[in-house]
């Protein structure tokens, strides 16, 4: 640790912002140059991840200029908060051209850009400046006077080389780490699919039924808008099948006693359900006791066990999810994707002895858990690696890295 204090600098007084276009008034209309939209800044890596090639003359007016090394920094929510800065690398010709929405900063020969970037696209420093914005909500932005007046550390650029290079070489560290973790979560997200395709390939070898011998697809009752009261019974609708769950926080409701005709239609716990039109015709959910009391709506279609000495429960919704894949390819052969019941029962299943289905489902069920929590556990992981990206930039501007 250097115990010699960093004098400090405004930012304004080390760096160029916004520097004028009039640098390249005298090339060429033709000439190529990258054009970056903000949406080519990526805010989890802070780099520029697509270019584009446009023509100078396409972009002199209405864009923000700069070129080879500049530093990019988003100033309007949320682009700001959420990370996007960059340095503009690989530039068409070195010369770059891209949102109205950047501030650009060029640092000056007392200054890295490197050592710029790692200040501005720390956590504390966009904290800082979100506490500076201006304007009304959803359009607030970063002022050019906050970047010119707020002060930064300034050691010497060969102290500025080697604590740049610590950073890059830790960064490096995290990064073959989250690399490492990325790959365990494909391998965990890949887990429970390749298991289900392995058992249902070796029972197909045995009996097979069409679906409707042992189910009947029900489909719900067609309520009316009018109906819905913000109290009472709820009313399961496509969008609230989330994540093989039921979600009701914004589902319409009833009265507290619905008609004797919908008595048919109240759902019971452990119930499958299945979205049978729209964008997301095939996703499923389970209804749980905590769930209960609620009403099936219409496309929503309720797989009912015809006989439960057949097939069990848990074992059913293990089949709707391997021929899930068949529903979405009959559904969407139309231009508005939709399935019927019929349909569905249509679809040829493996029906193994009773015995052997719970043990297939109980199987699948712990490999379903464990999945789930790997997968918890490896974002939760992800979060951690970003803190420690901070922690690193947050020691290397305190002086102790």
């Known amino acids: ?71 990019l920094f988003a100033k309007i929510t949320p682009c700001m908060e959420n990370g996007k800065v960059a340095i503009a690398k690989n530039l068409k010709n070195g010369i770059g051209f891209g949102s109205t929405e950047f501030h650009v900063l060029r ?63 830790l960064f490096a560290k995290i990064d073959q780490a989250e690399r490492l973790r990325a790959e365990s979560l494909a391998a965990s ?8 395709r392995q058992i249902f390939s070796r029972a197909k070898k045995g009996k097979l039924i069409k679906l409707g011998e042992v189910i009947k697809l029900q489909g719900g009752y067609a309520f009316k808008s009018h109906e819905y009261q913000k109290i009472g019974v709820p009313i399961v609708r496509i969008q609230n099948l989330q994540n093989e769950s039921v979600d009701l926080s914004d589902a319409p409701c009833i009265s507290l006693n619905p008609k004797k005709e919908l008595q048919e239609y109240l759902l019971e716990e452990n119930d499958i359900l299945i979205a049978m039109s729209g964008a997301t015709t095939g996703k499923i959910a389970i209804v749980k006791k905590k769930d209960l009391p609620a009403l099936l709506n219409q496309r929503v279609g309720r797989f009912r066990v015809r006989d439960h000495s057949k097939i069990s429960n848990n074992f059913l919704f293990w089949v709707v999810r391997i021929i899930q894949q068949k529903i979405f390819e009959s559904a969407y052969g139309a231009a508005q994707p939709n399935i019927s019941g019929k349909d569905i029962e249509k679809f040829q299943i493996p029906l193994p002895p009773l015995s052997e289905q719970k043990k297939i489902a109980a199987y699948l069920d712990t490999l379903s858990q464990k999945s789930s929590e790997l997968q918890k556990l490896q974002q939760q ?14 020691q290397a501007f305190n002086q102790d890295l």
């Open 1 to 71: 640790m250097n115990n010699v204090k960093w004098p400090t600098k405004k930012l304004g007084e080390v760096t160029i912002l916004n520097p004028k276009k009039s640098e390249v008034n005298s090339l060429p209309d033709d000439l190529l140059v990258s054009f970056i939209p903000m949406s080519a800044v990526d805010e989890t890596t802070q780099t520029i991840k697509t270019h584009e090639w446009r023509k100078l003359s396409n972009v002199r007016k209405g864009y923000t200029y700069f070129k080879e090394g500049d530093i």
């Open 107 to 169: 640092p000056s020969d007392k200054v890295l850009s490197e050592w710029i970037f790692y200040i501005v696209g720390s956590l504390a420093f966009r904290e800082e400046a979100e506490r500076h914005m201006t304007g009304t909500a959803g359009q607030q932005r970063v002022q050019i006077g906050f970047l010119e007046n707020i002060k930064i550390p300034l050691p010497p650029l060969s102290e500025q080389k080697k604590i740049v290079e610590k950073i890059e070489k």
């Open 189 to 196: 997200t890949a887990l429970l699919p390749s298991a289900l």
């Open 381 to 394: 992981t992800a979060a951690d690696f970003s803190a420690l990206r901070q922690s690193v930039l947050a």
